[in-house]
């Protein structure tokens, strides 16, 4: 199959592809930017957009707006349905109950399969960066394809660029990979919990191993037969889900979610299942996992400063600002994180951006609610 | 006499004392929350109040209130208005064009002259800090009552702690100096205008030498005979705004001021008159010449930070914040000033504060008024 061909076998594959926005984070990491209301991705950082709005953009004709479906709580899908206003109103799926993603895809997943049981579905955290999204495209179309021919759970892995502790990784095998077009698709050997710093090491050097990227393809009825082969556990959740959606109870569906686990996708079904498929993804990913990462995403000025806001810079070097709307001037500073959001000012060294927790951390604890 | 003695004898020649305020300083060092149109003065920076409420409520019972006036421009002059209502209205003295001190004080002194030339006046500016203002009184009494009995220029200086090349220097004589009480009064040898770092540190090192405080004490005819003696080209103003002020004429103290010099009373006066003593100001004075000299001045945590506004410090150390009312986060930072006014922000280096005045001057070249 040329690669031409492969493209317009992809496009008919594609067809009644569904994407799901998993929308239902929460995080500090942004504070005070960020706050418990209005976590990473409903925040413009990466783009002029918020990340939500930009993850569906950027899936572009491979899977539209009228196709894709978001999961989050009742409270995050009212700010889910102002930011995406085309997104089908049924679409919204809302989690009763604040549980971990295997929740949240068992019940997204059943929705999607009352209506279409083979249908491939997408699934993304609604808070990354793809800074290549022809790319990307181009690779979730392949990954459809192949995960309804071959009936496989597919995923996106990242070349680790520094042995991260803060990743999951998939190892993979090299042998005989699966091919479309120009694309590989590699057999997973494990995918490994967050590891210490030996082990992230170790997999980094080996070469045979990914980030966990947090996107999966599978088809419905896949993810299903999965469930039941590899989580039987699991898989009587999905089957009451799928009763309570049959008739329309929503209480029986709390009642689900009550007594589900809160528990992973990845720990859940991918460090048990078989047989899934990876992916290089080399589009230009980024988790964008605190400040300092906007460093390598916003335009920096020669000095190596990034800075949304009017600034006047004397002896000033390697500092993000967010200050829109305001003036910053920094003197002889050098790798600051400064963040102003009228109510709080957030300044920080470049290298301790994790600490942020803490001092949300704190807030809490002195009962400082409006900062939160 | 006895200390007691001079107590009484000070308390009864101090009782027509009049002090003039120099409240007509401009200067951007305080930049943003000092601006084009709220110079130090008018900046609560220094204690809860602004700094000239408190040069003014510092002088207690040795010169009232009702025996206060203050030379500025008008627009200054309103705001000093407002903020000093128990100043007699028609004590505010408007100076028609902005000049240097010495018109200002040529002025000043002229409107006290014509209602007691014998009057005993002393000058302070505006914007200084003195924290130990008991002390100060007694001996602002001493001054003004041998400024009155001998007919001297007294002034107050500051025992230098450090070979500054930001202040004039008074060099004085060790021997015999006048007494009052247990205060000495030294005859001043000569005002030095602000030196180079090798001069400034010989003369730390002679051991005979004052900073200028900018403070100084004389009887009005004193003050006008010794313009007469050594600044005859001054006195000819004197002259003239004594007619203009008797005729009430204010086009013809404009005019005068118009052909008026620009010109300090150090150099229009002081370096050129003899006979003047010094008393040391060892009340706590500073000038207050920048944000970091308040890290010597506001209360300090245990970390060194000096801060106004709520705020969570995490290893932060040796930081100066203003920013009341919003929360401020500090987290692995050493040695900032942080200035947040709600339209503007300031991070600087704290030993690079001096530059402020370059930020203020960046942004005029810009014709951002808004922040000026």
Known sequence: MTPRGAGRARGRAAGEAQAVI???????????????????QFLPIAGPDTMVEETVRRL???????????????????????????VPRNQFVIEPLARNTAPSLILATARIYLENPAAPVAVFPADHLIRKPARFRGKLAA????AQRDAAIVTFGITPSYPATGFGYIRFSEDSPRRLGRELFHRVRAFKEKPGEGLAAEFLAAGDSFWNSGMFVWRADVFAGTLKACAPDLFVFWERILEALKKGRPAALRRVFEEMPS???????????????????????SDVGA????????????????????????????????????????????????VETGDALLICAAGQDQRVREVVDILSKRGRKKYL
Chains 1, 2 share one sequence.
Request: aromatic share 6%; hydrophobic share 45%; glycine share 12%.
């Open 60 to 86: 572009g004709a491979v899977i539209p707006v009228k196709r894709v479906w978001t999961v989050a709580d009742a409270a995050q899908t009212r700010a889910l349905r102002r930011l995406l206003p085309r």
């Open 143 to 146: 990954a459809l394809e192949i």
């Open 291 to 338: 400040w300092s990462a906007l460093l390598d995403i916003w335009k920096r000025d020669p000095a190596g400063n990034a800075l949304k806001g009017e600034t006047v810079g004397l002896d000033a070097a390697g500092c993000l600002v967010y200050n829109p709307g305001r003036l910053t001037a920094l003197v002889g500073v050098r790798d600051l994180i400064v």
């Open 22 to 40: 998993l929308a239902g984070g929460r995080g500090t990491r942004f504070w005070p930017l960020g706050r418990r209301s209005r976590p990473k």
């Open 263 to 285: 528990i992973s996708i990845d720990h859940a079904l991918m460090e048990r299942a078989s047989g899934i498929l990876v992916n290089e993804g080399d589009f230009g990913w």
